[in-house]
Structure formats: structure tokens, C-alpha cells
């Protein structure tokens, strides 16, 4: 078994997220130190805070620091740490080259991380976790159709061809659209250069997009305002199985919102755009349940990155929940979603037809 220096030294690096090292319940000295990899500088050091009775001590360390820090501070608490530890491993793996992450400037030839990206890499294995937890919803016995909406320059487009077709083994054909074409021809070359058969970027507008029938999953990731709305509306239009979105620059309830009671609240203008956000989300997660969706609203990356971090994850169920208390509330606040209105003008086109 190892001992704690060799443990030490062989999970404190690059890759680790976050680790707690927890003794015993003495009352006296350190019972618990939270270790997590920060930036300073553009360096990476380790943050320790030591819980020592109420208080919580903060101190950044380099790594060899650190060991020499958690061996002279704790060792003889630490008898249980490798049953207490909780140290997360990426999906992705340092030191394992990836094509499309060395062209993207996030690793190196040799697999390395750049320290500079580090931030991208955490992102892209997040989004990877979750893909993760809807394998289950997605058939092995058939191609699967995928559709990223706003792709941008497609880090987790990639990410998510290579984790399912190469690591995973699912046949999926992947589709990349979004407005700007230098962006989607230099995704091609790049698909074409890897060899991924079954990606493809096409320029197109969200709003109406007809290049498939079927679709079992759509991604939107920052797309702005609207845009969200009318790549959400074509997701529950299809049918898909699994949506995943994450919505940026929700400027469309904070031009509408008013309402006597919270006043006080919404004559502050960062007030009312950061209610307006976060409502904004709320309702098109209650409408995507009214549509057949279970539906959860989780965080993407950490608040320190950006503001811009919930994710919005849907999963076609079929059941219907009643969609009565979310159309009083929008009564109440004076506004009206656009994708509110999308998902009840084509239910209710379709009734009349």
C-alpha cells in the first residue's frame, strides 16, 4: 500500500480538480483541507484551506509545497485518506494526444495541457460529463443524429464526435451549423484532416434550419438571446430525445418585465437583467416539461470563469406537465417568450390541421 508521500505525489498534478483530505474528529488541529489547482499569474498552484475548529485557513502552495505542507501538518491523522479522498479524473486524459485539441491550442504534440488553456479543457470535459450521464438515451442499434446549434469553433463539437464515436463506439453523425463561414470552413478542414466521416459544419440561421427531419439530440451552447428559443422550439418540433443548452445574453424578458410588487427589485438596472436571466431560463425549462421534458437546470462551470454558466438539460419523457402556473406568472411579470409563443403556435397549428 502507499504511503502518503507516494499517494501525494501521485494525485497532486495538472489533472486534479479538487481533493479533501479529512482526519479524525479531534478537536484539537487541522480536521480537513480542501485542496483545488488555481491560476496565479499564469501559473498553476494549489490552493489548501485548512479547517481548523471554526475556522478556515487559505494559503496558496506550488505542488512540491504542498506535499511537504499535507506531510508535516497531517501525516499522522491520514491514516484513512485514501478512503476519504475524492480526487476527479477528467474523461479526457492529460498526457493522451488528441488531434483536434493540439490544433485548437488547448494541448500540446506530447499531450500536454497548456497552461494558458487550461480553463477550455475543464469546460470541454464538463460538457463530456455530461453526455455522459445521457448515454443511456441515445441507441446503439442505429446512427445517431446530432445537431449543434452556434457552434462557434467547435471545441465541444469535436469533443463530443471523438468521445462518442472513437472512445465510445456509437455511430453518430454530428452536425455543426452556425452564421459565420470562415469559422465553418476551417471546421471542415479539420474534420476532413481527422478523418470524422460523419461531422459536418453547414452555414445556416437557427430560426429555420430544415436540413434534417429527425434529430435525437441538439446542442446549443451561447446562443445568443432568441436564438436559444428557436433552436430549443426545433428540438421539441423533432422530437429529440436529449436536449442540452446553454443559454447567453437573455436581453428579451429584461426589455419586457414589469410588475408593481417588485418594482423595487427591478428599478435597479443590474438587478432587474440578472432576475431577468435567470427567469428567463426557469421559463423555458417549465415550458420544455409542458412539451413532454424532464428537465434540470445545472451548472455548467464554475461562477469565477463567467456568469454564463447554467445548462439547461432536457430528456424527452412524454409526460406533459401542466403548463397553468407558468402562463400566470407571465401574466403577472408582463412578458412574453419568444419560445413560448413558437411552442404553442405550432401545437396549435397542428390541432387545426
Known sequence: MKNLREYLEEQINENLIQAVLSA?????????????????????????????????????YGRTELIEYVEKELAENF??????????????????????????GVMNEQGKIIHA??????????????????????????????????????YLTFA??????????????????????????????????????????????????????CVDMVVTLHACDTATDYALAKAVEWGAEVILSVPCCQHE???????????????????KERMSALITDAVRADLLESKGYDT??????????????LLIRAVRTGKRSDQGKVEKMLAALNIHPTLDRLLNEKEQEGSVR
Not at 480542501?34 to 471554526?54: D, F, M, V
Not at 426589455?255 to 408593481?260: H, M, R, S
Request: hydrophobic letters at 35%; a positive charge; proline letters at 3%.
Open 24 to 60: 479524525g474528529r479531534n478537536k484539537d488541529g487541522i480536521s480537513k483541507i480542501k485542496i483545488r489547482p488555481i491560476r496565479l499569474k499564469g501559473q498553476i498552484c494549489y490552493q489548501a484551506s485548512a479547517t481548523e475548529g471554526q475556522k478556515v485557513l487559505h494559503k496558496n
Open 253 to 271: 424578458v429584461n426589455k419586457q418585465i414589469k410588475n408593481e410588487m417588485l418594482e423595487p427589485v427591478l428599478r435597479y438596472g443590474i438587478l
Open 117 to 154: 488553456r487550461y480553463d477550455k479543457f475543464r469546460q470541454i470535459n464538463r460538457f463530456l460529463e455530461f453526455i455522459e450521464d445521457i448515454l443511456p438515451r441515445l441507441s446503439r442499434d442505429r446512427e445517431i443524429t446530432i445537431l449543434d446549434f452556434g457552434c462557434g469553433k467547435s
Open 160 to 213: 463530443m464526435y471523438y468521445y462518442l464515436r472513437e472512445l465510445k463506439g456509437y455511430d453518430v453523425n454530428i452536425i455543426g451549423l452556425d452564421l459565420k463561414t470562415d469559422v465553418i470552413e476551417k471546421c471542415n478542414s479539420l474534420a476532413l484532416r481527422y478523418g470524422y466521416e460523419k461531422l459536418h459544419f453547414y452555414h445556416g440561421d437557427i430560426a429555420d434550419y430544415e436540413g434534417v427531419s
Open 296 to 309: 434540470q437546470i445545472l451548472e455548467f462551470i464554475d461562477m469565477e470563469h463567467t456568469p454564463k454558466n
Open 79 to 104: 491514516r484513512q485518506f485514501q478512503a476519504h479522498n475524492r480526487v476527479k479524473q477528467y474523461i479526457l486524459k492529460e498526457g493522451v494526444p488528441v488531434p483536434f485539441l493540439i490544433d485548437l
